[in-house]
Nanobody
Framework: QVQLVESGGGLVQLGGSLGLSCATS????????ASWYRQAPGKERELVAF????????NYSDSVKGRFTIARNNVKKTVTLQMNTLKPEDTAVYYC???????????WGKGTLVNVSS
């Protein structure tokens, strides 16, 4: 089984920045596309950022576009999310997710909490 471990969550003030990291144990991470999701209290889990297996294309939700940046390192087998100009609405548990482009297998991390104070 592939394990995902998120790190970097915590408390940050409005307008601040925070970087999240997801470490994976995938045998060949380069054949997995990766995403960051988040879930705020009482709300549905939503996709916030996506990156292809090669890192050649990214997509973002409208709410974070221009503020967040997803990236990956296929040597270190990690995916990161750099979050800038944070807003209280960004407060949520952030989850790392990967999907095998051939197998379709999906794996989730346990999440890391981001709290943006107002």
């Amino acid at each position: 089984q592939v394990q995902l471990v998120e790190s970097g969550g915590g408390l940050v003030q409005l307008g601040g920045s925070l970087g999240l990291s997801c470490a994976t144990s995938a045998f060949r991470f380069s054949v997995y596309e990766a995403s960051w999701y988040r879930q705020a209290p009482g709300k549905e889990r939503e996709l916030v950022a996506f990156i292809t297996d090669t890192g050649g294309r990214t997509n973002y939700s409208d709410s974070v576009k221009g503020r967040f940046t997803i990236a990956r390192n296929n040597v270190k087998k990690t995916v990161t999310l750099q979050m800038n100009t944070l807003k209280p609405e960004d407060t949520a548990v952030y989850y790392c997710h990967i999907r095998g482009i051939y197998s379709g297998r999906e794996y989730w991390g346990k999440g890391t909490l981001v709290n943006v104070s107002s």
